[in-house]
């Protein structure tokens, strides 16, 4: 039976469309090999960048290996305190990938309820959640994540910021970013809810909840999962954003935002590989993430088949 399903999971339309796409498979080729290095950073990094024991100041500003004085110790070279960018980069893609899924799914979760309670209930609370919506969205969302993580620094104490500090940057980037989910469910929401099989539910007796929950949410999670690979893109340069204006995670604990923040202090004084290098991995990451997003947008969309 697995077998059988297995089959027709790669005959179907969804497989085929990713197969005659080139730009989807090279785009999903760099972030499985982003992802590779992100999760099994420990084991494949040549070095562990936050060993303090193991650094070394002689080591610090070597060059890539494939420039003059390089070390292929150090194949991308080190910063200001030995440590190795290409380690620090598989470290703190991680990080940063942990941060945007984290603030994803938050936003999902809250976007979701909020859509999926204005589109089915409709009169006076769809007016009032959508009021709110339309008056986040007049804000960027980097200023409404800086807006909270200042907020949370002024009221939680100095000496618990830092362990907090994870969290926060997730409910800053998240708070900002549900608006978007919650508009398109809501949207969707009310088409399914004057469908037939909506209508029979409620003849049959069941309950708002259960109508929502077992009937109306599977099919609005299509645009759903295309919104949130999109968002996913726009919560990684969100944290490195907030990680470059000093306001993201701490330095113990480097995202590519801290890397290149780092590197740049020294840019000008020709060690250029210490921001150059974070920088082109966050680049090429979110422009992969993008351009698979846009792919499934076109794969789900059956208008465009």
């Known amino acids: 039976m697995s077998g059988t399903l297995v089959g027709r999971w790669l005959d179907s339309d969804f497989i085929y469309s990713f197969r005659k796409s080139w730009i989807a498979m090279g785009s999903a080729l760099v972030v499985f090999v982003v992802l590779v290095g992100a999760v099994f950073a420990h084991q494949l990094a040549p070095h562990n960048p936050f060993d303090l024991a193991s650094l070394d100041l002689m080591d610090s500003f070597k060059p890539p290996a494939f420039a003059a004085d390089g070390d292929l110790s150090f194949p991308l070279g080190t910063d200001d305190q030995g440590r190795d960018i290409l380690s620090g980069i598989m470290y703190g893609t991680r990080i940063s990938l942990l941060v945007a899924v984290l603030a994803i799914m938050f936003s999902l979760i809250v976007g979701l309820s909020v859509g999926l309670v204005a589109g089915y209930l409709g009169g006076a609370v769809d007016a009032v959640l959508m009021r709110i919506v339309d008056v986040q969205l007049t804000f960027p969302a980097i200023l409404i994540a800086l807006l909270v993580d200042g907020v949370v620094r002024a009221v939680v104490p100095q000496n618990m910021q830092e362990r907090l500090q994870l969290y926060v940057i997730v409910f800053a980037i998240?708070?900002?970013?549900?608006?978007?989910?919650?508009?398109?469910?809501?949207?969707?929401?009310?088409?399914?809810?004057?469908?037939?099989?909506?209508?029979a539910a409620r003849i049959i007796g069941l309950s708002g909840p259960r109508i929502v929950l077992t009937h109306i949410l599977p099919n609005v999670l299509g645009p759903i999962f295309v919104i949130a690979t999109l968002n996913l893109g726009i919560a990684i340069i969100a944290e490195a954003t907030l990680s470059f204006l000093g306001v993201g995670l701490p330095p113990t604990e480097p995202?590519?935002?801290?890397?290149?923040?780092?590197?740049?202090?020294?840019?000008?004084?020709?060690?250029?590989?210490?921001?150059?290098?974070?920088?082109?991995?966050?680049?090429?990451?979110?422009?992969?993430?993008?351009?698979l997003g846009d792919w499934l947008r076109d794969a789900l969309n059956p208008r465009l088949r």
Do not use: H, K
């Open 174 to 199: 998240g708070i900002s970013l549900w608006p978007q989910f919650a508009r398109t469910v809501r949207g969707s929401t009310m088409i399914e809810r004057n469908r037939d099989y909506v209508m």
């Open 255 to 291: 995202s590519l935002g801290t890397l290149i923040r780092i590197g740049n202090n020294f840019l000008f004084s020709g060690e250029w590989w210490i921001t150059i290098f974070p920088g082109v991995t966050l680049a090429l990451m979110v422009l992969a993430i993008n351009l």
